[in-house]
């Protein structure tokens, strides 16, 4: 008999693994840790599945989405929510009513927290009492003056209705671009490019 976590060979009356101290009985998926986020989000019934379409999914590497350095001679702007000369800006009109003119990367969500070591623009917060948005849902961007969006792992899912075109259900961890004119659907949620 082997050990199923470490492969040790055991006696075949062994409880415990000699080597690594696991019981016999355990395997690989009941050492699993448990995910320490909290579940508090309410899952939604997902959309049908669409007809194939281009996906508007950009690979570029991180560098390309780093903030631009800054211009020689050109002041900061003293309020983070100018952008910087040459950056395009977007402006999302949500749902709930809302509307942020946002430029760079941000996140979207009810409380959105970027991971350690993550910076962004913009945490764009969503009042949402029916708790279908995640805590923090979906990463934005800017490539070559088009918004892109990225589903960050979200329990109902991100959906992009591009104008004369259909649903496409986001991928999470890819990103999408999102032309202006373009709805994001995130759960009961959703907000239009402009």
Known sequence: MNCRICG?????????CGECGSSTSA?????????PRPGDTTRVERLPRTSQRNSGVISVPIEGFRPAEPIEDAPAPADPSVAEPGRP???????????????GSGL??????PQPGERFDHLVQIADHT??????????????????VADRF?????????????????????RYLVPRGSRVELAEQYFSVD
């Open 154 to 174: 979200s329990s109902n899912g991100t959906v992009v209705r591009r104008p004369d075109d259909g649903a496409l259900r986001c991928e999470p961890g890819r």
């Open 27 to 35: 395997t690989p998926e009941s050492r699993r840790r448990p995910d």
């Open 8 to 16: 040790a060979e055991l006696p075949a009356d062994a409880m415990f």
């Open 108 to 113: 979207i969500g009810r409380k959105p927290m």
């Open 89 to 103: 800006r977007f402006s999302l009109r949500f749902s709930t009513g809302e509307t942020r003119t946002v430029f």
């Open 131 to 148: 708790l279908s948005v995640s805590k923090t849902h979906l990463e934005f961007g800017e490539h070559e003056g088009t918004m892109w």
